[in-house]
């Protein structure tokens, strides 16, 4: 329960203010129906009473009738208010609790984060801040609301009608509600956990089947994943109705126990009329306010349901959240400056193993390329070339040794600083917008169209661009529809808009024909004619291209 309460500490403190005055409404809410049952049944019996006295015409109805019409419509009105800033406050804390989730996602390894999917990590996390609106709105706020009721109604009760009859309807209530709510926690937390995790199993099925739908089709195995996804909503659906039979088999438990404490309560006040310590209509007004207490219950008894969810949701939340929550980004310091006389790129000594691995990928490995050189990593695949590459983009640290650019530890530049001295195209990149300038734009917003022309001239894909209709001609996803070389030039493309001193490519010509690939090489040349380059190259093309080769054994 310990993330559950800390999640609950982070919504509170952002949206506290709205909380308090939504909690405030729904104890309100709360208390007006059972003062609205118990005084209609007093009303109702003390009217009947005053009737069979022949004292009816004496009874003044228009009280009491008020104070209902009161109720029902205060009762309306703090639903409504308590519903609009109990939701609106939570929904702005999910908010802020969504921005620091995926802040921790981008801060993982960047080892960690390349073995994530996409589709099941955007979908779990997605699930998880669905499923944290009901520690609040369906645990929280309730339970509260229900204890300041009981204790609210006890005291009424015990002004109003007897100590015994007050003692009896609050503590037998909350006795016999408690003891079913925790069964219903505690029977809960499997099937809820199953449930989630098949809705989970049934959207990344039914995301690969659309995706690949195509590959499916040529192999012959469409039926097969159709049969996948169907298999996958049918456990879902097991184990949703084994969440709603246990909500229901806990509705009935809270059934018999209200049933239960309201004959009690009703017998009690029939032995204390008849010892004349309260009349028929307190004994009334107490067996009707025991039945108007189930309404405490109801929604915590959907949000127990749902607790190994819950559960699950807030511990893998807090995992990657910052303790603080969204905390700010830190304004980064001043970057050193560069030393133009030094090496734009310097290795020295590097050692690095991949997690798991025995043996090292490259050891004591080193290198120094001057600025404005063209240097090409040639070898075996498995050599290591494109670790050196994420070893000097950042993105992975090195066991031991050092990594300096422009004579500065790459140690030393914040985030924002190395992306701003570097670019770096590994061999697959994502083309994230909906037309060619989108996918540009992403290395620079409000791009100039006439860079973005120029800079697909010297990439070899000019025509291709003016025969889908131009730079604001719709792509699907991913730019599907453009060929794998299409794709590769376009990303590449993208990584040129940055002007950077510093540019790591991975394969750039890939997929290219010779003639294509010479092209591109030299449209690199043209667009950054003083940049320092570094491939990992497996092409003749690229390898006659650089101005020194550094063989990887």
Known sequence: MNNILHILRLIWRAQRASLIRGTALAVAVVAMGVALLGLSGWFI????????????????????????????????????????????????????????????????????????????????????????????????????????????????LWWLTDLVLAAWIVMSFALGTGLVLIWTGRHALAPSRRSEKALQAFRIRLIDLLRARDDLVVYGRLPDQTGAVGAAEARLRENLDAVDRLERRAGLLLALTTTFSAGVALWLGGALVERGAIGPAQAALGFFAALALAETVQPLRRGLAD????????????????????????????????????????????????????????????????????????????????????????????????????????????????????????????????????????????????????????????????????????LSENGAGLSGGEQRRLALARALLRKPRLVLLDEPTEGLDRPTAIRVLGGIREILPRATILTASHRKAERDWADRLIRMT
């Open 45 to 156: 019996t003390a009217a009947g009473a005053a009737g069979l006295a022949g004292i009816g015409i004496a009874f003044n109805v228009f009280q009491p009738s008020a104070a209902v019409r009161f109720l029902a419509l205060g009762r309306t009105a703090a639903r409504y208010g308590e519903r609009l800033l109990t939701h609106d406050a939570t929904l702005k804390s999910l908010t802020d609790i969504r921005v620091g989730l995926l802040r921790g996602v981008l801060d993982l390894p960047f080892r960690r984060l390349s073995q994530l999917r996409g589709a099941e990590t955007m979908n779990r996390l997605v699930a998880d801040v669905d499923a944290l609106d009901g520690i609040a709105l369906r645990l929280f706020i309730p339970a509260v609301s229900a204890a300041v009721v009981y204790l609210g109604s006890f005291l009424m």
């Open 307 to 474: 607790l190994g969810r819950m559960l699950d949701a807030a511990r893998r939340v807090r995992r990657l959240m910052p303790e603080n929550g969204a905390a700010p980004v830190p304004a980064a310091p001043a970057a050193p400056a560069p030393d133009e006389a030094a090496a734009a790129l310097e290795m020295t000594a590097i050692s690095y193993r991949h997690p798991g691995a025995e043996r090292p990928v490259i050891a004591d490995f080193g290198l120094s390329v001057a600025p404005g050189e063209s240097v090409a990593l040639v070898g075996a695949s498995g050599r290591g070339k494109s670790t050196v590459l994420a070893l000097a983009a950042g993105l992975i640290a090195p066991d031991r040794g050092e990594i300096h650019i422009a004579g500065r530890p790459v140690s030393d530049l914040s985030e924002s600083q190395l992306r701003a001295e570097m670019t770096y195209l590994p061999q697959r990149s994502m083309l994230l917008g909906q037309s060619f300038y989108d996918m540009l734009a992403l290395a620079r917003p409000g791009l100039d169209e006439r860079e973005a022309l120029e800079v697909l001239e010297a990439v070899a894909l000019s025509s291709t661009v003016a025969g889908r209709g131009g730079l604001h001609a719709p």
